[in-house]
């Protein structure tokens, strides 16, 4: 079956770190596109990471040097190590994989996973 | 980063009903717009990609238009199950998402 499943979310004190996991099953990881959206509570989608085929990442200014994309070829494992995080970092966070090396479209999302930073 | 600005922010409609939802980007982006379907505590769900093509298993009830700077989403014969929140992406950049459009039973 073709899926993603993500883990790693929890409650975490402000300053602290977590990282994500997105397993995949059923593609490669390392061949296609992948991203990283949050969604805050009531709130819209919004991009926070990506990584091409080739390797090569992008963060949201919101994120940027803060959080890291990378993935794990052994594992077909995305993940989205995150840093210094702050409250409004607060959302639930899918990982989704574009439809093609462009990513026009994520025809596949992850079932998503709440972070929460709060004291 | 390119913006994308969604009308209206939220929608009353009935089943039958034909509904228009649109979406601006700041600048022009060719075709590459893509529309997601989201329900309460669901991942989002890709309709169309690059403006107009729809993603298998979608019903044929929906359809996108556009190029350059205005798209539209277009849902005729609403349905039960239609009542959902909206997005569209661009993908002419790194990507961006609209603000949503939520269609209610009116």
């Known amino acids: 079956e073709v899926q993603l499943v993500e883990s790693g979310g929890g409650l975490i004190q402000p300053g602290g770190s977590l990282r994500l996991s997105c397993a995949a099953s059923g593609f490669t990881v390392s061949s296609n596109y992948m991203i990283w959206v949050r969604q805050a509570p009531g709130k819209g989608l919004e991009w926070v990471s990506l990584?091409?085929?080739?390797?090569?990442?992008f963060y949201a200014d919101s994120v940027k040097g803060r959080f890291t994309i990378s993935r794990d070829n052994s594992k077909n494992t995305l993940y989205l190590q995150m840093n210094s995080l702050r409250v409004e970092d607060t959302a639930v966070y899918y990982c989704a994989k574009g439809t093609n090396i462009r990513g026009d479209g994520f025809d596949l999302w992850g079932q998503g996973t709440v972070v929460s930073v709060s004291s | 980063d390119i913006q994308m600005t969604q009308s209206p922010s939220s929608l009353s409609a009935s089943v039958g009903d034909r509904v228009t939802l649109t979406c601006r980007a700041s600048q022009h982006i060719d075709n590459y717009v893509n529309w997601y379907q989201q329900k309460p505590g669901k991942a989002p769900k890709l309709l169309i990609s690059?403006?107009?093509s729809l993603q298998s298993g979608v019903p044929s009830r929906f359809s996108g238009s556009g190029s350059g700077t205005d798209f539209t989403l277009i849902i005729s014969n609403l349905q039960p199950e239609d009542f959902a929140s909206y997005y569209c992406?661009?993908?002419?950049?790194?990507?961006?998402f609209g603000g949503g459009t939520k269609v209610e039973i009116k």
């Open positions: 690059v403006a107009s």
């Open positions: 992406q661009q993908s002419y950049g790194t990507p961006t």
């Open positions: 990584i091409y085929s080739t390797g090569i990442t």
